[in-house]
């Protein structure tokens, strides 16, 4: 049993001798129990480092730099505690936290991979006392997450290895990524008290791996095809507010990307889709969407998506007055027009195909109204993303089908059970073959076979003959025939030259400012300008010679690797 007041008795004694002054007791006691302390504990961590696990040790080291704070309340004075605890924490801690972090078997990875808690909430705490102690944690962690998302892109190279066909939807991928996302930034929050060193080692880590593509297509595509699936009708089934949560999830892995803007056309394609064929699941999960990416990439960012949702819904209020009168006219099938803004929309293409005459006595009416309404703007047509529904009797059953306007032109074609060469129906629907051969396709080798071809077989040649196929028959009413897109995901090549349009902009953006720069430093610049894409060195380059062929810039005759502005 120790006699505190005994001991804090005598201590007072070296305080009270310098007359308020701590000279005695610094120099008499606090210097010769600071050695001793130091020369304990020194003891001690040989002995524990030795028998202990990290967590033990941890544990103890814990323990007695509360009972060291304890006794400085109890009988020293309050002047020493910072200098005792330094002591301990030099020698229990500082110098042998990397023997710590590593041991084998009870170390920093291994407290990870285990979801330790609580052991790296002590962890944390304890190196955080250290000036630079968490530095090396922060590391471990950063290290860790890499390779566990390392992990999961070997993963699905493995499956591609395998034989699995390569496709760019892979909800399984992205979904271990969110989950990994999701569990290492609860980690940081909850065991790592949200440090930002740790918030760095996250992204540094996420930015390693995520921009790792494997296979044709790329990581920027398998995030927007799975916000596609989220957002669009008979997609994934989730509740509104899980709608929410996994957008959220996503933007947050979107945010370690360095191709935002390949996603960003990606994701614009599929939200047009989405938008003009009817397959939006909410209007306000899409707004909310491009809210999420809007605060995480800025206006210039979601400009287009906002204008894309603006058009459509202009477009529902003119559509009853337009309705009106087109009823005027006695026309026999039900017609609807959605105007595009064309600076807003991805550019698609286009076929003349020959319209029946009904169709055109449509679009003719639509043209009177709305050149009345708008008189400045010019009207395109745009048939590869129209919709129809097409009322089919096969024998004695009634179908709806649900066709794309190219289609439903088609099937028109054929009406009435007439056979027609492939050469003849081409011809009479001006069409080429990039957009021929995959429209019929869609009727005559899908699931749905509306058309026969002759020869039977699964690719459509120049040679075949076609006719509506009299013994269809479904067991649904309402009859999807898919078409394959005559559009790719995203256009690389104007992907391609919006970037270099960017890379310029910053180049001049940044010379008319400075005036004259050096190669390094101009480079510099524009990469910490650039925040949708990160450019090889060799392209900003390339467009530093484009700039001086055009005479925005000039070499110095002194130095060829400083540049200068020309106004």
Known sequence: ??????????????????????????????????????????????????????????????????????????????????????????????????????????????????????????????????????????????????????????????????GEKDKNDDPAFVKALLALH?????????????????????????????NKNVGNFTNAEFMSTYCDRILKSGGEKLSESEVEDSLEKVVQLFSYLTEKDLFADIYRNQLAKRLLNGRSASNDAEKVMISKLKMQCGTHFTSKMEGMLSDLAVGADQKGEFDEQIKQHNCKMDFSVQVLTTGFWPTYKSPAITVPDEMTKNMDIFKTWHDKRHQ????SWVFSLGNATVRAVFGKKTYDLMVTTLQAIALNALNGGMTKEYEELKKELNLEDGVMKPLMHSLSCGKHKVVNKSPASSKINNTDSFIS??????????????MASLDASHNAKKVEEDRNHAIEASIVRTMKARKTLRHQQLQAEVLSQLAFFKPNPRVIKKRIESLIDREYLERSADDIQVYNYLA
């Open 182 to 210: 999701d569990k290492y930034l609860g980690v940081i929050k909850t065991d790592f008290s949200g440090h930002s060193i740790f918030q760095k080692a996250l992204k540094d880590a996420f930015v390693e791996f995520v």
């Open 469 to 482: 196929n009299a013994k269809f028959s479904s067991n649904m009413r309402k009859v999807r025939i898919p």
């Open 376 to 379: 400045q703007r010019k009207l």
């Open 1 to 162: 049993m120790i006699d505190k007041t005994l001991i804090k008795t005598n201590i007072e004694l070296y305080e009270n001798i310098g007359m308020g002054i701590l000279e005695s007791y610094t120099t008499d006691l606090e210097g010769p129990l600071l050695n001793a302390t130091r020369e304990y504990y020194a003891k001690k961590r040989e002995e524990w480092i030795v028998a202990d696990s990290t967590p033990e040790y941890l544990i103890k080291a814990e323990k007695v730099l509360l009972e060291e704070k304890n006794r400085v309340h109890d009988y020293l004075n309050p002047a020493s505690e910072g200098k005792l605890l330094r002591v301990v924490e030099e020698e229990i801690l500082e110098k042998v936290e990397t023997v710590l972090l590593e041991k084998e078997g009870s170390g920093c990875r291994v407290l990870l991979s285990n979801d330790k808690s609580e052991d790296l909430q002590r962890m944390f705490h304890l190196f955080s006392r250290l000036e630079n102690g968490l530095q090396p944690i922060a590391s471990i962690v950063e290290k860790f997450i890499c390779d566990m998302g390392n992990e999961i892109v070997q993963q699905r190279q493995s499956r591609l290895d395998s």
